[in-house]
């Protein structure tokens, strides 16, 4: 018997342990996700790209992007109350919080997914880590369609819809965009901005452990998101789960290792500059 349990008891802290760098793999990405949602350039209901406000780039996967004007903003002085417009833009009452977890996803970023990606990275060629991100992407398509159509944008819905149907045929599962051929862009839908055009307002800042920063709204958005995913009810179990979100967040921390390097080295405070990017960011996907 006593063997048995200790048999028993070291199988526990070794899945144990395996849960917590799962984990660490697949959700502390959460500096170079922003950093790419805040330089991912805006695109309108009817499908057309905005032209960018800063200085052109390309990245990983030969997309332009846009290195964000925000990146050299300062953070305002306490001792000068802001105005009721920036109050509302950037409502941040648990800085204190937010910036020790922001500092905790940093360094869980800096010394467990990025040497990760680093190794995935020469392991898994680009052209395939691309492949990888776009079946992903393919899969989905759910959530951003059916808040297009919560949001009333019916244009944008179809889109969804034939980008679907064009990639699972003729992009064979989803992995080629082909329907990039016709000039059929996705839509950036999501449940926080349908919230947003219902009229919720967007709550305080917030930075968490493991995810993205995110708005009160927009966390409450990412849950309902969430369950719109084909994926937790093709993975019913919490490992498989666990296991495709890791995946998909290391091919996507590889496919961006440049952007967020980059973004570091040219900020001054970036606890600010991702926050208010981010911010501003959500803004303009809003009022689209």
């Known amino acids: 018997m006593p063997r048995v349990a200790v048999v028993n008891s070291r199988g526990r802290t070794t899945l144990l342990t395996l849960a917590i760098l799962v984990l660490l793999l697949g959700g502390c990405g959460t500096l170079a996700r922003a950093t790419r949602i805040i330089d991912e350039p805006a695109i309108p209901a009817d499908g057309s790209r905005l032209p960018p406000d800063g200085q052109e780039s390309v990245g990983a996967d030969g997309a ?10 300062q953070r305002p002085s306490r001792e000068t109350p802001p105005n009721s417009e920036e109050l509302d833009e950037e409502y941040d009452p648990w800085e204190p919080f937010n910036e020790r977890m922001f500092e905790l996803n940093r360094r869980l970023d800096r010394y467990f997914l990025k040497p990760a990606a680093k190794v995935y990275n020469k392991i898994m060629p680009e052209p395939f880590q691309v492949l990888i991100s776009n079946g992903f992407d393919n899969i989905r398509f759910v959530k951003r369609a059916a808040n297009s159509l919560l949001q009333g944008k019916w244009s944008g819905a179809g889109r969804e819809v034939a980008r679907f149907l064009i990639n699972s045929t003729l992009g064979i599962g989803g992995l080629f965009d082909a329907a990039k051929y016709w000039e059929i862009e996705k839509s950036r839908e999501d449940f926080g901005q349908t919230l ?47 296991g495709m979100s890791a995946g998909d967040t290391l091919n996507d921390r590889s496919l961006n290792l440049d952007l967020f390097q980059g973004f570091e080295e040219s900020v001054i405070d970036l606890y600010s500059a991702v926050r208010n990017g981010y911010l501003r960011r959500r803004e303009q996907v809003i009022k689209e």
């Open 64 to 73: 332009e992007r846009t290195t964000p004007v925000v990146a050299q903003a």
């Open 196 to 242: 947003a055009v219902w009229g919720s307002g967007p709550g305080p800042y917030l930075v968490l452990p493991f995810l993205e920063p995110l708005t009160v709204r927009d966390g409450i958005g990412k849950a309902v998101d969430g369950a719109m995913d084909p994926l937790s009810y093709v993975l019913p179990f919490l490992w498989a789960g666990v």
